[in-house]
């Protein structure tokens, strides 16, 4: 009797494995892995061009950073996002009452979101994960998912499709599916670079003279947290650090809106030593950070106090960002990241969590820290309307790099400076070049930080569509817009979500195509990408708004002393200092589309000593309206470097009657002159 029993149990045993066959579901014509802000842009566009599409998520959340709490975006320049990307912050816009909203609260993002996938009928699979990958003649298959939060072969899915994006931060698709990468960074010497590799910074630095040790003087006592046992290898070298991740915060002073800060678990006060050394030495009387610098006998002085970066966003709430030696960036615990598998993975994350509430509870209780810093850091609290279900804290941890594609384009910094420009563009990147620090180590017996690189692009420059797709015999229907193919520090210009969001729909658009033409993605032409991203950007085949550059000769005339400087909107504009007795003037005509009403908008850059006012007139092509535009009634939020500024409503007649005049008449400052929007209403 009991061997029969074990025999029905064999059985039994045998029958659950059958039964555990995965589930497939229904195939599609595009499969988007990751639900980031990439994803979620490149299912709209594949959807409203007419296909079959299911986003798969790892996670519980949507928006991946753009819905995480990073609300004041970083752009650079507005010039450079397009399409449904500006589309996502016209929508922003509509919400909070203006034409493009940059900075914003999470939970708008996240509904914004919400309504395009509403909108487009999006099937989205929440909390399942990469676990295969199955390839025929070059050609992804199918994929196979486990469940993120129970992984259990009995609810393993699979996904068909005959194109797939990869949207992850991690390029866990491309990896599996047998793509070239690389991680870390390269030697300046690999391609011909001066800011990749090991840098040594005075910004986000530790200043001179902070011991490193447990008890200072003695090496023996052991490193503090958070000091790393390497040594500083020459400038330039490559290595495989990675640049480190935090989480940006969104947090509020409104106390009828406020979490306040409680004493996470896994505690340990010691982990802050170094970060109380620091407010020691640079004197900190709170913790918002601001530096100040100036050469002296031709060396640098920095003077830095406080730790974070704050930037306002609406409704009395702040996006929290790293800011000086020792802030939110958990500098040196993210190297196996990249590669690590999914526990790995897991516990690098919760690390990070602990760190960031440990730090804000130290140092708005610790005795030891300055009471003015205390008191400073408790008037601050997470938003109670943010992030609901994790009592404030952001749902995504800011993964800055890590896989990056090579493919037969890198983008590096002879792209990101101008030095090389490539003829097959599908998207711009404009921010400056960045990295945060990669590593905290002992130099000259002192504690210092070491990866930061800040250094800006002379303007938006293009994004090679080659640096998008695998090389071809390696895979031909997977396209990656996030982890792409570039160099550690082009990506750093490459790697911000609304840039992110323009190569989601390029990539999108690029499926699309192969799909319909029977192509490998490397096969494409090019051109015709272009085309169908210029000419229907929204993809609802509507009238499209005019821009009207200054670089526009043909469509800009000028009179008096004008003069052309980097800068502004797109790669420069014009500008006049004033104070002059005779009058400039610059005139912008567009090309209408077609008879209606139309908004004009003017774009302020932000730059020193602006005229108090301008003037401006519209004509409409039959009468002229003139406006006087104050600069002091001009709202700007976040890292804008301009924003646009409405002159008004207007009926105006299709071909070139109307156009829009800036003058310099009154003028007691600098008068701009930039780029002008008709967007048809």
Not at 207 to 224: A, F, R, T
Not at 243 to 261: S, V
Not at 588 to 607: A, C, D, L, Q, S
Request: aromatic share 10%; charged share 25%.
């Amino acid at each position: 009797m009991k061997k029969i029993n074990i025999l029905l149990f064999a059985a039994g045993i045998v029958l659950l494995q059958l039964n555990a066959v995965a589930k497939e579901i229904k195939p599609v014509d595009v499969c988007i892995y990751g639900g980031s802000s990439a994803g979620i842009i490149a299912a709209y566009t594949a959807k409203k061009m007419g296909k079959t599409v299911i986003v798969i998520e790892p996670g519980n959340y949507l928006g991946g950073l753009t819905t995480g709490g990073l609300g004041a975006t970083d752009i650079g320049n507005k010039y450079a996002i397009t399409g449904l990307a500006k589309d996502f912050y016209r929508r922003l816009g509509q919400h909070y009452g203006k034409f493009e909203q940059w900075v914003f609260e999470p939970h708008v993002a996240d509904k914004v979101y919400a309504d395009m996938i509403k909108e487009a009928k999006l099937d989205i699979v929440k909390n399942h994960r990469l676990i295969g990958v199955k390839k025929q003649d070059g050609y992804i298959t199918e994929i196979s998912l486990e469940r993120s939060d129970n992984p259990n072969a009995a609810t393993n899915k699979t996904v068909k499709a005959k194109m797939f994006i990869d949207c992850t931060y991690e390029g866990d698709l491309m990896a599996k599916a047998g793509v070239s990468y690389t991680y870390g960074r390269e030697a300046n010497s690999t391609y011909g670079e001066t800011y990749n590799g090991v840098q040594l910074s005075d910004f986000h630095q530790i200043p001179d003279g902070i011991d490193p040790y447990v008890i200072p003087g003695k090496p023996e006592s052991g490193l503090l947290f958070g000091v790393g046992k390497g040594t500083l290898a020459p400038t330039g070298s490559g290595d495989k650090l990675i640049q480190a991740y935090n989480f940006r915060l969104c947090l509020t002073q409104d106390k009828g809106n406020q979490i306040p800060f409680k004493k996470p678990k896994n505690y340990n006060p010691s982990d802050y030593t170094l970060l109380l050394r620091i407010i020691e030495k640079e004197g900190w009387k709170g913790v918002f950070g601001d530096f100040k610098s100036k050469t002296k006998n031709g060396i640098l002085e920095i003077e830095n106090k406080g730790n974070f970066l704050i930037k306002n966003m609406p409704n009395g709430k702040t996006d929290f960002n790293n800011f000086g030696g020792f802030s939110t960036d958990m500098i040196g615990a993210n190297y196996d990241y990249p590669e690590g598998d999914y526990n790995t993975r897991k516990q690098i994350w919760k690390a990070h969590e602990d760190y960031t509430k440990g730090m804000l509870y130290f140092l708005a209780h610790d005795k030891q820290v300055p009471e003015s810093v205390r008191k400073d850091m408790q008037s601050w609290g997470f938003a109670k309307d943010e992030f609901k279900d994790l009592g404030g804290f952001s749902n995504q941890l800011y993964v800055r790099e890590a896989r990056r594609m090579v493919s037969e384009v890198v983008m590096t910094q002879k792209h990101c400076e101008g030095v090389e420009v490539v003829d097959d563009a599908i998207g711009m990147a404009a921010y400056g070049m960045d990295s945060h620090n990669c590593q905290r180590i002992v130099v000259n017996g002192m504690v210092k930080n070491e990866g930061d690189v800040q250094k800006r692009v002379p303007s938006p420059f293009p994004i090679s569509y080659r640096a998008i797709v695998p090389k071809q015999k390696e895979c031909k229907n997977l396209l990656v817009p996030v982890c792409l193919s570039a160099s550690h520090i082009a990506f750093g210009s490459i790697r911000m979500e609304p840039v992110f969001m323009v190569m989601g729909q390029s990539a999108a658009t690029a499926a699309v195509m192969a799909i319909d033409k029977k192509l490998p993605v490397q096969q494409l032409n090019v051109k015709e990408i272009q085309k169908q991203l210029a000419e229907d950007p929204l993809l609802n085949k509507a009238a499209k708004e005019v821009l009207v550059d200054n670089d526009d000769k043909e469509n800009v005339k000028t009179t008096g002393d004008w003069s052309n400087v980097k800068g502004g909107y797109g790669h420069g504009l014009l500008i006049n200092k004033g104070n002059t007795t005779t009058t400039s003037t610059a005139k912008f005509t567009p090309e209408i589309e077609k008879n209606g009403k139309h908004e004009v908008y003017v774009y302020i850059p932000k730059i020193a000593g602006r005229s108090s006012q301008t003037i401006f007139k519209v004509f409409d092509g039959k009468a002229d309206k003139s406006i006087v535009l104050k600069t002091a009634d001009i709202k700007e939020l976040g890292l804008s470097s301009g924003e646009w500024v409405s002159l008004g409503v207007y009926n105006l007649a299709k071909g070139k009657n109307a156009f829009v005049e800036v003058s310099t008449a009154g003028a007691d400052g600098v008068v701009t002159a930039d780029a002008i929007i008709f967007k048809p209403i």
